[in-house]
């Protein structure tokens, strides 16, 4: 069983900066896919972002491209996303989900764990 736990989220004003981190005890995460997904209140669960296992292949949605990076330390079972020029349509719950295939994934179903997320406030 692979257990995830997500920090970083908080309250920031437009325009800020956040890094959310993902982090495992699991011994093979290394070899996993991991994403990003969001949910706003009253929205289905929406993919963000992935990262293959060797790190060497990202996929971001369009409304967070060039604002959000996806990056993993793999000897610290950690990936990260820096959110830059945050926006108030940022607002969500992230949560980040390992893939044990270590393939490109964008969609929720595809991901076999779940971390149980961590509110992303964006204030405008």
């Known amino acids: 069983q692979v257990q995830l736990v997500e920090s970083g989220g908080g309250l920031v004003q437009a325009g800020g900066s956040l890094r959310l981190s993902c982090a495992t005890s699991g011994r093979t995460f290394r070899t996993y896919a991991v994403g990003w997904f969001r949910q706003a209140p009253g929205k289905e669960r929406e993919f963000v972002a992935t990262?293959?296992?060797?790190?060497?292949?990202?996929v971001y949605i369009n409304a967070v491209k060039g604002r959000f990076t996806i990056s993993r330390d793999n000897a610290k079972n950690t990936v990260y996303l820096q959110m830059n020029s945050l926006k108030p349509e940022d607002t969500a719950v992230y949560y980040c989900?390992?893939?044990?295939?270590?393939?490109?994934?964008?969609?929720?179903?595809?991901?076999?764990?779940w971390g149980q997320g961590t509110q992303v406030t964006v204030s405008s």
């Open positions: 989900a390992a893939e044990v295939r270590g393939v490109r994934a964008t969609m929720a179903h595809q991901y076999d764990y």
């Open positions: 990262i293959t296992w060797g790190g060497g292949n990202t």
